[in-house]
């Protein structure tokens, strides 16, 4: 009995699949992190609450294409992100792929990327995926349900992290900010949910989907009061593709 239930807890099987590399994102890091500090005002806050081992679940709101390089270089463990399947052609997604990021196609159910997700979390490393799903307003009004069914399958800690400033208000999210922008990075209390063996129930992934947006959200919030920073609100323009 017991082995049958640790069997189904392990579901989807992730043996088969090799570890993501990320040697060569060590360099590219602490390059990366040198020059955003250079030109942005950058502010990281509550540092000490990012998990120093283990495996980390990482859910930051979307505001721009700054928001994956920034945290890349900034974060005090090396990320494995979920990217856009559309980002990863030719020389950048070589490049992608050979420090360890994930390209998912958002258009239908992506069994590899999410199975690469999970063999993340389960060797230990830091997963950096938005709950939002796009970049907009950074608010998490929206939850979508991967987030959810990752915590549920792995037990990982989920991490809270609000940006702001990587998206001027009005701005274009296909934009970065001008050199010398504030932008605030801070790190909240993790948290984790009840780890749910196989099979998942959808409205049981919704559920917690939205215990984790009520967190989120209330993350942000006091994010905004302690910084003074506020959100962009809605972008002028939106990728289509995004």
Known sequence: MTAELT???ELPTTDDLPKLPYRLAVPVRAVASRYFARKYDLHVHHQELFPRTGPVLMT?????????????????RMLHQLGKIEAFGGLQGL????????PIDRTSYDPLAIRRSIKVLRDGRVLS???????????????????????MVTGAPILPVALLGTRLPHGDVEGFPPAGSRVDVVYGEPFTVDRVSFPRRHSDVRAVADQIGDMLRAHIKAAVAATGHPLPGAPDKKDPDD
């Open 60 to 76: 930051p709101n979307h505001l721009s294409l700054l928001d994956g390089p920034l945290l890349g270089a900034t974060a005090p």
């Open 129 to 151: 995926i938005y709950p939002e799903g796009t970049r907009g307003a950074g608010d998490f009004t929206r939850i979508r349900l991967g987030t959810a069914y990752l915590a």
């Open 95 to 102: 490049f992608l792929r050979r420090i360890g990021q994930i």
């Open 7 to 9: 069997r189904r807890q």
